[in-house]
């Protein structure tokens, strides 16, 4: 059984510029949530995916939006970052939508904005 | 406002004490879920508990949720350094079972 993989590990930007992040889910799992961690902090929910429809968003502007593809995968797309942004995204892969559905987390891809 | 408040939201010990962190609210949960999560890493679930006044225990750690479902604690006994890392807790509140409620998090550092 694969885990929840994130790419790219580390990314570099500047003020402006967009981003794409890509998770890919545990097997077997339907639904993925994108969070958003500041150093220290607990994760602040962005969105949730399932069966390739956003199904939950937190207070988080338009600029980030997001995919899901068939097979379960998901991206999360910034644009014209700002240096807030910079931070821990993290995806989690579930097997439903509810809250007591077991969330499984990938590492994370570290956003610096410059 | 926080919904769940996690304290300390810092803590450095010596290998070998005991400890305690807090997680509280003023509203009531259904279950709320301890987590530990690593440097470069995500968050991985140690525990649910979903009944007033239930006390789970993982080796070393005992996690209790309130009689009331608005509090839950862990204590770790005899802390060791592979306990480093930040515990986050979470929360699915009653009559809202959409959404993970997290709290802030208490980072804890056992020195050796």
């Known amino acids: 059984e694969t885990g929840v993989t994130q790419s790219p590990t580390h990314l570099i930007k500047t003020r402006g510029q967009q981003v794409t992040l890509r998770c890919s889910s545990q097997s077997g799992h339907n639904t993925v949530s994108w969070y958003q961690q500041a150093l220290g902090q607990g994760p602040q929910f962005i969105f949730q995916y399932y069966r390739e429809e956003e199904n939950g968003r937190g207070n988080f502007p338009p600029r980030f939006s997001g995919l899901q593809f068939p097979n379960y995968s998901s991206e999360l797309n910034v644009n014209a970052l700002e240096l807030d942004d910079s931070a821990l995204y993290l995806c989690a892969s579930s097997s439903g939508t509810s809250a007591y559905n077991e969330q499984f987390f990938g590492p994370g891809t570290r956003l610096t904005v410059l | 406002t926080q919904l769940l408040e996690q304290s300390p939201q810092f803590l450095s010990i010596q290998e070998g004490e005991n400890l305690t962190v807090y997680c509280n609210s003023s509203s009531v949960f259904s279950s709320l879920q301890w987590y530990r999560q690593e440097p470069g890493e995500g968050p991985v679930l140690l525990v649910t508990?979903?009944?007033g006044g239930e006390v789970k225990k993982l080796k070393r750690l005992t996690f209790q949720f309130g009689d009331a479902r608005k509090d839950s604690s862990l204590h770790i006994t005899a802390a060791q350094p592979g306990d480093t890392g930040l515990y986050l807790c979470?929360?699915?509140?009653?009559?809202?079972?959409?959404?993970?409620?997290w709290g802030l998090g208490t980072s804890l550092a056992v020195n050796p």
């Open positions: 979470a929360g699915v509140r009653a009559g809202n079972n959409r959404k993970l409620i």
């Open positions: 508990v979903v009944t």
